[in-house]
């Protein structure tokens, strides 16, 4: 089965910084592209980073770029969001979600239950 | 960037209605394109993916077409497990973007 945990969702100041981790099993990690998605309180959903399997391409909203840093770890199976300069417009659900492999281009397949990211004084 | 334009915003409708919710992108995104469902509290699910394949589970009253700037996503006989948000996404493009949303919710 395919699990995606996150963790390091929290209270942050404007200005401040967070890190998310995703936790990833029950298939290939490292065979498949990754994604951070986050949804605003009562909003939409919006593609925030992309990493592929094996760093070939990493890609930004322009709205994180140069703040947020997307990363993963594939002998943990782990998959990371370094989250900068936070803004109150940052405060979100953010889910792990996962991408493509070179065998499926079956893109976003699995959610995980998302962690909520506050940016407030 | 490609803008997702959903429509209606909200669709009322009755258990056993059909349900037809459009998509239509600001410029033409072969059929990179996929529908998602989301309840309150809980995680977006992927409902269809490159316009038409039905993804891992989902039920046969749920069917994706169209190609281009326009989609649909019918559903054919609404189940009261159906009334939520659906939103489309394209994957044509890099920034990846989603439509707005449509909810369809009980009449």
């Known amino acids: 089965e395919v699990q995606l945990v996150e963790s390091g969702g929290g209270l942050v100041k404007p200005g401040g910084s967070l890190r998310l981790s995703c936790e990833a099993s029950g298939f290939a990690f490292n065979s498949y592209s990754m994604n951070w998605v986050r949804q605003a309180p009562g909003k939409g959903l919006e593609w925030v980073a992309s990493?592929?399997?094996?760093?070939?391409?990493?890609f930004y909203v322009d709205s994180v770029r140069g703040r947020f840093t997307i990363s993963r770890d594939n002998s943990n199976n782990s998959l990371f969001l370094q989250m900068n300069s936070l803004r109150v417009e940052d405060t979100a659900v953010y889910y792990c979600v996962r991408g493509i492999t070179a065998s499926s281009r079956v893109e976003f397949d699995y959610w995980g239950q998302g962690a909520l990211v506050t940016v407030s004084s | 960037d490609i803008v997702l334009t959903q429509s209606p915003a909200t669709l009322s409708l009755s258990p056993g209605e059909r349900a037809t919710l459009s998509c239509r992108a600001s410029q033409s995104i072969s059929t990179s394109l996929a529908w998602y469902q989301q309840k309150p509290g809980q995680a977006p699910r992927l409902l269809i993916y490159?316009?038409?394949n039905r993804a891992t589970g989902i039920p046969a009253r749920f069917s994706g077409s169209g190609s281009g700037t326009d989609f649909t996503l019918t559903i054919t006989s609404l189940e009261p497990e159906d009334f939520a948000v659906y939103y489309c996404?394209?994957?044509?493009?890099?920034?990846?973007?989603f439509g707005q949303g449509t909810k369809v919710e009980i009449k």
């Open positions: 490159d316009t038409a």
């Open positions: 990493i592929s399997s094996s760093y070939t391409y990493i």
């Open positions: 996404q394209q994957r044509d493009n890099w920034p990846r973007t």
